[in-house]
């Protein structure tokens, strides 16, 4: 693959098709990741769900299975404060699910947990040395990402704003993600929690583009070579796609996941808090349906989803996340590599 029109990620990363397969925590395997990365795009695994020892039995299958650069991912919240009372109120309104599916209403609450960038994980990071270390809900404390930029690693986030990308830039990011109103599952905002702030990609990437000096990197509803296309006439060097890949078979994703994705409408998809606590776009089922997809009484991220576990174990179609972003009526039952090469083929031929 060659003679892209903006060649910055491909040098800055050591990749050869500027396509990096989204980070998707519990849904990315390590097979889509050494797919991803045989096909010559950056595959990227997602650490957020894991331990830190299965982190590093990841890495080391994906290292075992391919040379090429690798990003790995994590997130950089902050904890939340423990709110009793809130959490409290927030299991008595699901109290009418818990009855109707024959939930243990009176057990404890599962805990509902997505571990933040630390000192553990930076150890991880320096064991390894990813070629690329990316973020999401803005950047850790400078003594973490001073740690990381010394073994080399090239450090990417997501900005959901202007002023998100200008921070992450200033904070010294070597290229920007430009994450669109599109884009499914967690929403990176950092700088603000007011959704109003959010904008779509068409209007997000060439300001941001105009804001920063590094890489744009455009991602949200982009699902075919047509939105890669676009994308480069916005003035993004490369793109970052999540759905398309939920659609391949080396996706982890649930029976009722695999089957939503399939068969509902690019409409049918929105943003909620329900399941986590913070604003990620999936399909609609039930639950968001009936208690509404942002709903105040929500916990704190991550909390949120401890009092849906029993229900979602009665039923999960109705009471788990569905990811997805709005492209998902363009996805195809193709493996990652061939996707992977198929969408670099399209659109080196759209831009000639």
């Not at 490369?238 to 398309?244: F, N, R």
């Amino acid at each position: 693959m060659s003679t892209w029109p903006d060649t910055r990620i491909l040098d800055l990363l050591g990749i050869d098709v500027p396509i990096i397969q989204a980070p998707m925590a519990g849904a990315t395997t390590p097979a889509m990741v050494i797919a991803a990365n045989q096909a010559g795009a950056l595959g990227s695994m997602p650490a957020a769900a894991l331990s830190t020892e299965q982190l590093r039995e990841a890495l080391a299958t994906i290292r075992q299975g391919s040379t090429r650069p690798i990003n790995v991912n994590f997130f950089c919240h902050q904890p939340p404060l423990v709110d009793d009372e809130r959490d409290r109120q927030w299991k008595h309104l699901l109290e009418p699910y818990y009855r109707e599916l024959g939930a243990d209403f009176d057990a404890p609450t599962p805990v509902s947990n997505r571990a933040p960038f630390d000192d553990a994980a930076c150890q991880v990071v320096e064991a390894f040395r990813p070629e690329v270390v990316s973020f999401h809900f803005g950047l850790p404390e400078k003594a973490l990402l001073d740690r990381v930029k010394a073994t080399g690693a090239k450090v990417l986030s997501s900005a959901t704003t202007v002023e998100e990308a200008v921070w992450l830039e200033q904070q010294g990011c070597d290229a920007i993600i430009a994450m669109g109103l599109e884009a499914g599952g967690h929403r990176g905002i950092f700088l603000s929690d007011d959704l109003n702030t959010q904008i779509g990609l068409m209007a997000l990437v060439p300001q941001i583009v105009d804001a920063v000096s590094v890489p744009v990197i455009a991602a949200g509803g982009i699902g075919d070579a047509r939105g890669i296309v676009a994308a480069f006439a916005l003035g993004a060097s490369a793109v970052q796609m999540g759905t398309a890949y939920l659609f391949t078979p080396e996706a982890n994703v649930s029976a009722s996941h695999h089957y939503a994705l399939r068969h509902a409408q690019a409409s049918e998809t929105a943003l909620t808090n329900l399941f986590t606590g913070r604003p990620a776009r999936g399909i609609v089922n039930r639950v968001m349906r009936e208690l509404g997809a942002i709903n105040p009484l929500a916990p704190a991220f991550p909390r949120a989803g401890g009092a849906l576990m029993p229900l979602k174990a009665k039923d999960e179609a109705g009471f788990s996340n569905l990811w997805s972003g709005q492209a998902l009526r363009l996805g195809k039952d193709i493996g990652t590599f061939e996707l992977t090469r198929e969408l670099a083929r399209q659109t080196l031929a759209k831009l000639k």
